[in-house]
């Protein structure tokens, strides 16, 4: 029976990269999008006759009609988490509107989707959340997004405990690459500095997709988190606890 998959977020980026890795390597690809107009042209351009590809149009934050698309899959190898947004701003002048977009789109939407999901995955099968390094060391600038994605890490590990029973896999991702969303970040940082940390010196969406494939699906490991920056790949530590007269 052909594996599922489901990506949010998969019109753009990591997820559209992802996307296209997935379907040629054989999945079932079930696309995620708000735009219907554009989830179409996708469809179109992944598989011209229609084989192999649905789609499901909502916002993440909208439950009634995220219930409603939903309804559409009746099982599921694979849920990848990776839509998101983001609103920088200094925590000085950061609105409400910006906080709650952010928080309602990377962490809540991510429990939306997740929650109605979770139930139709088949032994085996995995949950990958994609966060971020701002949401393992902070990121000044973006504390809603750090918090989001910090938030994602700790769901992640607890997801990975109680979902283990099941034989379901749970890991995040935490990647660095050059996509939309990462662009005018870099170009407005290299505009102001002149150039780029190593640590931003990023790979491309491509990169991340591959890994996916090839680390995070192949394993029945659970509970970690993955970093990947073009060739360099590895893992994050769980926090560790340290009495303070050894410090």
Known sequence: MTKKILI???TKGIGWALAQKAYSYGYDVI????????????????????????????????????????QKIDRLNVLVNNAGTIADNWWSKMTDEQWD???A?????VYNVTSRLTAKIVPGG?????????????NPGQANYSAAKAALVGMTYTLAAELKRKQIYVNAVAPAAITAMTRPVLEKFRQKNGSLPPMWQ??????????????????????????????????????QYQRMEER
């Open 31 to 70: 696309l995620h999008g708000r735009n219907a107009t554009e989830l179409q042209q996708r469809k179109l351009e992944l598989a011209p006759q229609g084989e192999r590809c649905t789609t499901v149009c909502f916002d993440v934050r909208d439950r009634k009609i995220l219930e409603q698309e939903l």
């Open 105 to 109: 789109t990377d962490l809540t939407g």
């Open 8 to 10: 949010t977020g998969a």
């Open 101 to 103: 977009t952010v928080i």
């Open 126 to 138: 995995h949950i990958v959340n994609i966060t971020s390094q701002a949401g393992l060391k902070g």
């Open 202 to 239: 990023l790979g491309t969406a491509a990169q991340v997709a591959d890994f996916i494939i090839q680390h995070v699906l192949s394993t029945q490991k659970t509970g970690q988190v993955l970093a990947v920056n073009g060739t360099r790949q590895g893992y994050w530590l769980p926090a």
